[in-house]
């Protein structure tokens, strides 16, 4: 038993250096739509009447079509760009982490003023945001890249 403590200190180096054990959001995210909310989305067109169908499945397609990238700096600040089928918008603002809720403050959208916060939780190096939409909730999910 005596290289126990030695196996303690590499499992505990491996855990960090490989992500297991990130404490800090700062780095490079991809986001995604929440699978399930795309499947409610598309069985909601097929309950669509017929002369509004087009308009319906050109939303979902745009969100299954999103490409949205998010920078988290060590500065508490952020940048993000989110890509659609009708343009780009771009976001500029800060971040603030207290236990594992994450709150995202956006300052300017599209190089105008624009505040609005979304608060959500880092687990596991995840970032997800859920907010109630009507009677719905939607998870923007934030994958490092």
């Known amino acids: 038993m ?3 403590p030695h196996a ?8 960090f250096s490989c992500g297991g054990g990130k404490s800090t959001p700062e780095g490079k995210y991809k986001l995604e739509i929440d699978p399930a909310m ?7 067109v097929a309950k669509t009447p017929e002369a509004m169908r087009p ?7 745009a969100f299954k079509n999103m490409d949205g990238r998010f920078e988290l700096k060590g500065d508490n600040t952020f940048t993000a760009s989110m890509t659609m089928p009708d343009g780009e918008t771009t ?9 594992d809720q994450i709150t995202m403050t956006s300052t300017h959208q599209d190089g105008e003023e624009k505040v609005e916060s979304k608060t959500g939780t ?6 997800v945001i859920a907010e109630k939409q009507g009677d719905k909730t939607v998870r923007m999910i934030l994958n490092p890249e």
Do not use: H, P, Y
């Open 2 to 4: 005596r290289f126990a």
């Open 8 to 15: 303690v200190v590499v499992l505990t180096l491996c855990l």
């Open 38 to 44: 795309i499947a409610e989305m598309e069985a909601e």
């Open 55 to 61: 308009m319906v499945q050109g939303m979902v397609d």
């Open 91 to 99: 976001m500029k603002g800060t971040w603030k982490l207290e236990g």
């Open 122 to 127: 880092f687990k596991n190096g995840q970032i």
